[in-house]
């Protein structure tokens, strides 16, 4: 027998087939999962470049409902989603009643619940790297200890031995290893690829929910006139630094 992988393939048992096509079923999943979630953070980061630049003009301004209206035009963006929808929490409070927590501290709460559902949108999906590159190799394995045994059944069913007898079967037990490790190494760097850029993005987003709370604070405070004027709202703006894009008004 010539061990190329055309062959070793041809002369697969039934469970060896299964074991390879899981794991290249792993690896589609795993590929689909990796550019899916590049396409999302490259959406969000030329949306947010744009959404940021206009959202620090109108904060500065204090056009809090035209700021609203940008956030829900902006699809696609996490900064968007989370200034829109704790600066419309902000005006919807502002109109109740007061009660025992203000406008401000309820805002501040809903934008930590805005920012964990961003959160977990901006992570979606990213298990199944973390999945597929600490079981892959495993299932790999599972299929090459299969193989040995079924090699050395046949040894004793055949009645001889020997290295020419087992080799071929070892073989094809050691390729569905390779292609485990083969499907898994590339699943680990796909994940800690995309865990980098999430952190960067969270705590860009972070630092916007901050600087958000404080221009609402500091509008809320400070009542002398003009005084809000100057009130920074640099939130999105970092958020864009962050990201090395530029937002200076043309």
């Known amino acids: 027998m010539n061990f190329n ?6 002369h697969m048992g039934v469970f060896a087939l299964g074991i ?6 792993f690896a589609v999943a795993s590929l689909a999962v ?3 979630r590049l396409f999302v953070f490259f959406r969000s980061r030329s949306k947010s470049r744009v959404f940021a630049a206009r959202a620090g003009q109108l904060l500065l301004q204090q056009q809090h409902e ?12 996490h900064l ?11 005006l919807a409070k502002s109109k109740l009643p007061a009660g025992k927590l203000g406008p401000v501290e309820l805002t501040r709460r809903e934008l930590v619940r805005i920012n964990e559902r961003v959160s977990a949108d901006v992570r979606r999906g990213m298990s199944v790297l973390a999945t597929v590159g600490s079981v892959a ?7 090459t200890v299969v193989g040995i045994i079924e090699a050395f059944s046949g040894i004793a069913k055949e009645g001889s031995g020997g290295l020419g007898a087992v080799s ?9 290893t390779a292609l485990g490790l083969l499907v898994a190494i590339p699943a680990v760097l796909m994940f800690n690829f995309l865990s980098t850029r999430a952190d960067s ?3 860009s987003l972070d630092a916007a929910r901050s600087e958000l709370m404080d221009h609402l604070e500091d509008m809320s405070t400070d009542k002398r006139p003009g005084a809000n004027n100057g009130a920074v709202a640099t939130g999105p703006e970092t958020v864009a630094r962050r990201e090395g894009l530029d937002v200076r008004p043309a």
């Open 137 to 143: 190799p495993f299932v790999g394995l599972l299929g």
């Open 80 to 90: 968007a989603m989370l200034l829109g929808g704790g600066m419309k929490t902000f």
């Open 20 to 25: 390879a096509w899981t794991l290249m079923l």
């Open 201 to 203: 993005l969270q705590l």
């Open 66 to 77: 035209a700021l609203v209206k940008e956030a829900e035009g902006t699809k696609g963006s």
């Open 34 to 36: 990796f550019f899916e």
């Open 5 to 10: 992988l055309r062959d070793i393939y041809n």
């Open 168 to 176: 071929a079967g070892i073989a094809e037990a050691l390729v569905v």
